[in-house]
Every structure is written in C-alpha cells, then in structure tokens.
C-alpha cells in the first residue's frame, strides 16, 4: 500500500511536468541540427549506449556526423565537456564510464552536459555535425528532438508499474511521444499486450555478446574456456541478465560480483574479489566493456594474483534498422535551422 502510494505521487509529478511542456508552459531549446533522441521509460539498463553507439556507426557509413550529447551519468567532473579533438585528455572520471566507451569505439565529438539543453549553444558551434544523438534524452523534454526512439526490454513489461512499486520512470502510454519502439526478442505474449496501441512503431532488437578480449586487446575464444570455471563482475543496470547470456558459453561460472549501475571500483572492492578468485582457484575474471573502462586500472594487480581479465563486447542486433534511417534522412532533407 505503501508503495502504491508512493507510485501515485511520482506519477502526479511526471505527469505534472510533461503537461506544463505539452502545452508550452514550459519552454523547449532548439538547436541548429537535427536532434535523435534514445531514450527508455525504466530505470535499469536497457541498451541505449550501445544502441547510440550502433546508430553513430551506421550514420558515419552513410557520410552523416554525429554528435552525442550525453548527461555522463556519475562523473566526477561536472563542468560541460567537449570532446572533439584532444580525445587522449580526458578521463572516464570526468565524461562518465559510458561515455569513455564510447569514446574508444568512435571518431565523433562528444558533448558532456549535466542538464543536457545547456549545452546546445556549444554544439551550435561544432563544425563537424550534421545530427545530434541525446543519449537518455526521453525524459529530457526541455530539449527539443525530431526523433524519440525508445528502448523497451523484457523487465520493463515484467512489472510495468511506476516507480517504486515497480521500475517505470513514466507510464506506458507516455509511449505516444516515441517515433520508435524498439521492443527486446524474447518478450512473452502476455506482456507484448501492454503495447499494442504502438504496435506499428515496434521495431525487434536483441543483445548479443559479440567477442571476448583480454586485457591486452587480444581476442579470447570462448571455447578455451568452457572447461575453466569463471567468476564475473559487473556494475550495470541489469547484472543477471549479464551472467545469463555467458551461461552457455561458460557453464563452470562459480561466482558473480555484481555492483549498483556506474559504481565506482575502489582498491578495496578488487582486494576483496581477487581474495575470493584466489581461495576459490578460478583464473578467469570476466567484466563488461563499461566495467573495464574502470577495472584496467588495476590490472597489474591482477596479473600479479594470476587472474586474466576477460571483457565481454556486447553489441545490439536490431531488426528493419533500415526504417529508422529512412526517417533521419527525411529529417535531413526537410530540416530547417530555427531562426
């Protein structure tokens, strides 16, 4: 009862708030290209960085530029980051673990902004952008976008009740503002019915665990390790889902550390995962892309307690993708800057 109380409260404040912007109470910032928004109405991890980084790939394949304009969600330095042409100088510390990711996967600026509008009149500047990718941006209504893509996986329908009776940001039907709805594969019937007023806008994606490397950039192949037995570590917004998708490859997973979504790594969190690696005889320590923007620090450490990191590369696999860029180039055409 509690929580349901709790919910209805959070719900008279979303809904609040995107009245006062629905009617133009509240002002909205445009900018001077065309603005993509990626987006999710849940809490947890979804996908949407690694679906911002697809969709800056495929756009930079088609000769079109990119840049991301992200919050840096639990950085240190909070002062607004451009991240153009000095790349090396910048830490994940001061642009956020996703954000560095992304910085070593791509050639595009990044944008850094705690409120994320504030940024616009630095990107108006930029040379080199021809569109703009808000990762996160659903809920960023101050800012003005031309596209809302939003990320749907299976947790979010298992219990699709707001916040903190369930792990909704905003309701579901909320979902009209989104040009696309990318639902995961997997979802089971009885939740698809949740969305079926949107069901033109469904487009299927999936996540997939692409490679394996070692600490030395070298490619792992799994099947070495199939008879080995492994301990995870992970601090993302869904961690089971992580040892799920290893599950097959590696059946011997022994142990799993898992962390809150962005956490920080001190000396004494490896301490105590190197202890129980080594009283357990496991060598294989296997983590995220995102945790090892933070755990490569202490590789030497590592090393010398005979433990091999192994960092998994998960990418998104997303069905008729082909509609979505059909929409950006229509945008492209028609766009005219705001005067």
Known sequence: MFLYLLSKFFSFIVETRNFLFDTKIFSIVLANSPVISIGNVSFGGTGKTPFTILLARLLLERNIKPAILSRGYKRIDKKIQIV??????FSWEQIGDEMYLT?????????ISQKKYKAIPYINKLENCDIILVDDGFQHRKLHRDLDIVLIDKETLNKPY???????REPLKNLERADFILLEDGVDEQNKQHLAQFS?????????IKDFYNSNNEKVNPQELANEKIALVSAIGRNENFRQSLEKLFPEIVIHFKFRDHHYYSTSDVEKII?????????YLVTTEKDYVKLKTFQKKFIENGIELVVAVLELEVEKIELIFDAVEKI?????KPK
């Open 332 to 336: 492209l055409k028609n766009y005219a």
């Open 162 to 168: 707001l916040f903190p009776k369930g792990i909704l």
């Open 200 to 208: 033109e806008r469904i487009l299927k994606y999936r996540k997939v």
């Open 84 to 89: 153009e042409k000095n790349k090396n100088a």
């Open 103 to 111: 910085l070593q996967k791509l050639d595009v600026t990044l944008v």
């Open 275 to 283: 202890e129980q690696i080594k009283s357990l005889n496991i060598h």
